[in-house]
C-alpha cells in the first residue's frame, strides 16, 4: 500500500527528523536521502529501520537487511527530498555513538580537529576531504555537534558514513591525542608560527582549525608542537575552514607518500 498523505503519522516523523536535531537525539535515529548516500551508510554499518521508496524514481538495488519498508508516491517524496533527483529513496537509520573510546587509529595517525563548527556544509566538506584523502578520524570540539543533520550527510555526499568521527570538549580531545603521542600541528598566527610547507606531517599528527569568524582559541596555540599557516598571496588573509582544512591534509598526505 502507497502512502500518499503529508497527514500520515510516519511522513510526519520523518520531516520531524530531517528538520530538529532534538528529535533525532531524542529518538536515536536520523534519515539519508539518495542512492549513494544510502548505500554508504549500509556499507559503514549504520542499521537501517526504515526505508522509504517511491517507485516511479527508485531503480537500484541496495541490500539493507531487513528494514521496514514503505512505499510513497511521488508527491510525497517531493515533500521531503532536497532535492529531487536523488533515487527516490529515503532511509531511516539509528545513530551511532560519537565517543572518542569508539575510535580505532592506526600507530602513525592523521587526524582532522576542528574546535567548533558554524555551518553544517563546512562540517560536510571537511567530512568529504576526509574521505578523500583517507585521513583516520575527524572529530570535532563540541559535545553538542549534530552529525547527523541532513545538512552535513548532504554536503558531505554520504562520506559521513565513511569517516570515523567524534566529539568532546577541547579538553578531552587534547588529552586524547597526547595520551597517543599524536603531534598538535594548529592553525595559528603568532611570532613562532611557520609556513605549513615547513612543517613535517610524517609522524602521527593532527590538524587542528578553528572558524572563520575567529579562528582558534589560545588554548590550542599554548598547547601545540607547530604552529602553521597557508600562505596567502592575494588580498585576503583567510579561506573557508573547509578549503583550509583540505590544502592542510593534503599537504600531509604529500609527506607520507
Do not use: H
Request: charged share 25%; hydrophobic share 40%; proline share 2%.
Amino acid at each position: 500500500m502507497q502512502i500518499e498523505s503529508l497527514q500520515n503519522p510516519k511522513i510526519k516523523n520523518l520531516l520531524k527528523l530531517q528538520e530538529k536535531s532534538r528529535e533525532r537525539k531524542n529518538q536515536g535515529l536520523f534519515i539519508v536521502e539518495g542512492t549513494q548516500e544510502n548505500q554508504l551508510a549500509i556499507n559503514g554499518g549504520y542499521e537501517a529501520v526504515e526505508i522509504y521508496i517511491c517507485e516511479e524514481i527508485y531503480d537500484a538495488n541496495i541490500k539493507f537487511g531487513n528494514p521496514r519498508r514503505f512505499e510513497i508516491s511521488k508527491q510525497i517524496f517531493e515533500k521531503l527530498a532536497y532535492r529531487k533527483s536523488t533515487g527516490g529513496i529515503i532511509g531511516v537509520y539509528k545513530t551511532k555513538s560519537s565517543d572518542l573510546t569508539e575510535l580505532n587509529l592506526p600507530e602513525n595517525a592523521l587526524v582532522v580537529v576542528l574546535e567548533a563548527v558554524e555551518k553544517p556544509g563546512n562540517l560536510g566538506a571537511v567530512l568529504r576531504t576526509g574521505d578523500g584523502a583517507k585521513v583516520d578520524a575527524v572529530i570535532v570540539c563540541d559535545e553538542t555537534v549534530d552529525f547527523f543533520n541532513p545538512n552535513v550527510i548532504r554536503s558531505s555526499v554520504g562520506t559521513l558514513f565513511t569517516n570515523q568521527i567524534a566529539s568532546a570538549s577541547k579538553e578531552d580531545v587534547l588529552a586524547y591525542l597526547q595520551g597517543r603521542n599524536i603531534q598538535v600541528v594548529s592553525t595559528f598566527l603568532r611570532d613562532e608560527t611557520i609556513s605549513l610547507y615547513e612543517a613535517d606531517f610524517t609522524s602521527s599528527s593532527a590538524i587542528i582549525l578553528g572558524t572563520e569568524a575567529t579562528g582558534l582559541s589560545d588554548f590550542w596555540a599554548d598547547n601545540s608542537a607547530a604552529l602553521i599557516k597557508i600562505p596567502m598571496l592575494g588580498f585576503v588573509d583567510s579561506l573557508n575552514v573547509s578549503n583550509a582544512a583540505a590544502i592542510c591534509v593534503y599537504e600531509a598526505v604529500r609527506q607520507r607518500s
